[in-house]
């Protein structure tokens, strides 16, 4: 089984990818940590990641993929992979394919977990962390005793700047723009599973395992 895992910040990608590792073995593939251990370990692919890292330029969809398909053929992958985080467009998507076909492998699945963009900008702008402690806070689910203290060491809460109301709603119209065509791809391809996301975290878990059962 190969599956990419698609949703937008604040989807909860995260809890339930490690509900999907726990359920079927299949290797998480995060495409960041990828390139992370690369430049770490000093590789040749690691290297020439590291020259568009260190300029904060993007690294080129062909080395991603080169790097994805030099994990792929690791044993560990046998059971199954869970690409996340590439791709992220249609032209990377394509491109994967393309590298994929030339190995005889392909997406099997696209899991994308569907939560509208105004909760989501709930969820993200509401996050707040404790500036001495680091304990995590939210505005709505998770708010302190004190308005702007921590309830453990009452340090004084403050929230990241990738967090404000107004950079998430920029982050995420940029991630809606580029994903759109890519849902779309994946639609005509008739291999999209699309979950509800804006649940309780235990019921997107049920729907995604049960969804994920059916195409085993």
Request: charged share 25%.
């Amino acid at each position: 089984m190969y599956l990419v895992l698609l949703g937008a910040p604040g989807a909860g990608k995260g809890t339930q990818a490690s509900a999907i590792v726990a359920k079927w073995g299949w290797v998480h593939v995060a495409s960041g940590d990828l390139l992370r251990n690369e430049v770490a370990k000093g590789t040749e692919l690691g290297i020439k990641a590291k020259t568009y890292m260190e300029k904060g330029a993007l690294v080129p969809d062909a080395l991603v993929i080169e790097m994805i398909l030099k994990r792929l053929v690791n044993p560990d992958t046998l059971k199954g992979v869970m690409l996340d985080g590439f791709p992220r467009t249609l032209t990377q998507a394509e491109a994967l394919d393309k590298a994929l076909t030339e190995q005889n492998k392909k997406i099997d699945w696209a899991l994308y977990i569907n939560v509208p963009a105004e909760i989501l900008v709930t969820r993200i702008s509401g996050r707040w962390i404790c500036s001495q402690c680091q304990t995590p806070y939210h505005a709505v689910s998770a708010p302190p005793k004190t308005a702007g203290i921590c309830d453990k060491c009452g340090g004084k809460l403050y929230q990241r700047s990738d967090d404000t109301e107004a950079t998430v709603r920029e982050r995420l119209k940029v991630y809606f723009a580029q994903t759109s065509p890519l849902l779309d791809y994946y639609r005509k391809k008739r291999n999209l599973i699309e979950v509800n996301g804006d649940q309780d975290i235990g019921k997107v878990t049920e729907d995604v395992i049960e969804e994920l059962g059916k195409v085993q």
